[in-house]
């Protein structure tokens, strides 16, 4: 073997494990991630707020609370609510939380004639107000949603009544 093939060699096999290792630069993406859950106990007092909040203007109504991935921690139904005031909540929460956006702008930005007006014809999207997501610092955490009141206004009204009650518990 001569000097100049083994050296050849020699810098195929430099050239060869450089590109195989990441640059000093370049950063592996994490194999997990950590995310914050609401207790029960806070979706409870979120959703009971709401529910006094509601009987304060004289309405009776549902209040869901989901987590992160729309999935019901706590709902409340007032004893002269109508019976699909339950239906209608769990579906704004879980609206609210997998679109990260309150139901009542996404009733605006689905409107007929916009470019997201056929996400309407989705069974499990509810695009009226009364849905708002619960987020702390940057993160959604889960959803609160109230159905009963008398418009879309009045269900956020509640619903916000209901994200005040547990602002300061769920800042991190």
């Not at 109508?82 to 239906?87: F, I, K, Q, R, S």
Request: charged letters at 15%.
């Amino acid at each position: 073997m001569n000097k100049n093939s083994s050296f050849e060699r020699l810098i195929a096999l430099a050239l060869l494990c450089s590109l195989a290792t990441p640059s000093a630069g370049a950063q592996t993406a994490a194999a997990t991630y950590e995310i914050k859950q609401l207790t029960p106990e806070t979706a409870l007092a979120a959703a009971q707020a709401a529910l006094a909040q509601c009987r304060k203007n004289g309405h009776q109504v549902a209040v869901a609370v989901v987590d992160r991935a729309g999935v019901t921690q706590v709902l409340l139904r007032d004893r002269f609510a109508g019976a699909h005031t339950v239906e209608v909540a769990s579906t704004k929460a879980w609206t609210a939380a997998s679109f990260r956006i309150p139901t009542a702008s996404l009733a605006e930005s689905t409107q007929a004639g916009r470019p997201m007006s056929g996400l309407r014809a989705s069974p499990h999207v509810m695009a009226i107000g009364g849905g708002m997501p619960i987020e702390a610092a940057g993160m959604v955490l889960g959803a609160i949603a109230v159905s009963g009141a008398p418009g879309g206004e009045a269900d956020d009204a509640c619903a916000l009544a209901g994200l005040k009650a547990i602002a300061e518990a769920v800042e991190f």
